[in-house]
């Protein structure tokens, strides 16, 4: 298919352009106007590049693409190598950020849900990113945990009594852990997300509410992974998903 129709068919399928976020979210380097094979993976590291580009793909998506707001503008260092190995390959980068945690289906937060059988029953917080619901049945936060580390293939870093049972819960995806105390106020028994600060530690333990830090990128292979099988359903693309082994 035509770049320029993944583009338009991506941004009407995440809303892109209705969400206020810390990047832009689309084409982010250009590259060949024919795409046959899509990469993608959680971040777009120097690492990630280069498999794809080794494998052959024509355009890489990614959860985690580049000109973050704040950030150095200038394109040298690792900037240059990366942006470097795409244009010198005439591969595309597209990366989805906040539009790919919150679509309805192919989110981080619904995939997460599903794969930890959590049912979401509304969204709440800044841009609706949060979601809430309830364990599809009761377990104890020792279970819970268990259940996270084997979907996950990942320890989760867990605050709260073990013994307590788990029924309604709350999580978002990655770098989610300031919203904690919004997830406190929902009256939920515990929240995961993906990092965890001192202050979680504290809040965890005065309110009653576990914290659980499941890790940023384990938490978001999920979306990113699923719209690259989409998109291959759909317009009959050659698709592989790229992970990294990344502890945080």
């Known amino acids: 298919m035509k770049l320029s129709e993944l583009c338009d068919y991506n941004a009407s399928l995440l809303q892109s352009g209705q969400f206020k976020d810390y990047c832009p979210n689309g084409l982010q380097v250009e590259g060949k106007s024919e795409v046959l094979k899509i990469a993608t993976a959680v971040t ?3 690492s990630v590049l280069d498999q794809a580009i080794g494998w052959g793909a024509d355009a890489i998506l990614v959860h985690h693409g580049y000109f973050w707001r704040n950030e150095d503008a200038r394109i040298t260092g690792i900037k240059k ?3 470097a190995a795409l244009m010198r390959h005439d591969v595309s980068l597209l990366a989805y950020h906040l539009p790919l945690d919150a679509h309805p289906e ?3 937060n619904a ?3 599903r794969l930890l059988g959590m049912r979401e029953a509304g969204r709440f917080g800044e841009q609706s990113l949060i979601c809430k619901g309830v364990l599809e049945s009761d377990m ?3 279970q819970f945990s ?9 320890k989760p870093l867990v605050i ?5 049972i788990i029924r309604n819960v709350s999580w978002c995806s990655g770098g989610a852990q300031g919203y904690f105390e919004a997830a406190i106020a929902e009256g939920v028994d515990a929240y995961l997300t993906g990092e965890i600060t001192e202050q979680n530690y504290h809040l965890a333990n005065e309110a009653g509410v576990a914290f659980i830090a499941a890790g940023h990128h384990a938490t978001e292979r999920l979306g990113i992974r699923a719209l690259g099988a989409h998109l291959e359903r759909e ?3 050659e698709h592989r998903f790229f992970d990294q082994d990344n502890p945080v």
Do not use: D, K, W, Y
């Open 81 to 83: 190598s990366r942006i």
């Open 106 to 108: 192919l989110g981080n």
């Open 140 to 142: 104890t936060l020792a």
């Open 111 to 113: 995939e997460l849900g």
């Open 44 to 46: 777009a590291s120097q």
């Open 235 to 237: 317009f009959g693309l």
């Open 160 to 164: 709260g009594n073990p013994e307590r």
């Open 146 to 154: 268990m259940v996270i580390e084997e979907c996950l293939e990942r």
